[in-house]
């Protein structure tokens, strides 16, 4: 069964880091581009809305990033653990997001999110 599981969501303070993970199962990884969206708690199922943070080729040559979180976030991949990360620094409340990962070739796989809240 294909399966993408993300986790390290939490709470946060402006200015705190967070690492998420995501886990894959099911398919073979490396042959994927791998991507973090976000998307407003409570609109989990508007798929269209979802917005696009950052993206990894595979074999991790090339990355993309939103213009609101470059030289913050940071994507990278381990494939041979099947796991893709995405590192969060320098928070703020305008992160606050259910975070997904996605993994596309010529299918999609979506996880089912991950809760960041920064708050104070």
């Known amino acids: 069964q294909v399966q993408l599981v993300e986790s390290g969501g939490g709470l946060v303070q402006p200015g705190g880091s967070l690492r998420l993970s995501c886990a894959a199962s099911g398919f073979n990884l490396g042959w994927f581009a791998m991507s973090w969206f976000r998307q407003a708690p409570g609109k989990e199922h508007r798929l269209v809305e979802r917005e696009l943070v950052a993206t990894v080729s595979p074999g991790g040559t090339f990355t993309h990033y939103a213009d609101s979180v470059k030289g913050r976030f940071t994507i990278f991949r381990d494939d041979s653990k099947s796991m893709v990360y995405l590192q969060m620094d320098s928070l703020n409340a305008d992160d606050t997001a259910l975070y997904y990962c996605?993994?596309?070739?010529?299918?999609?796989?979506w996880g089912q999110g991950t809760l960041v809240i920064v708050s104070s």
């Open positions: 996605q993994a596309s070739k010529t299918q999609t796989y």
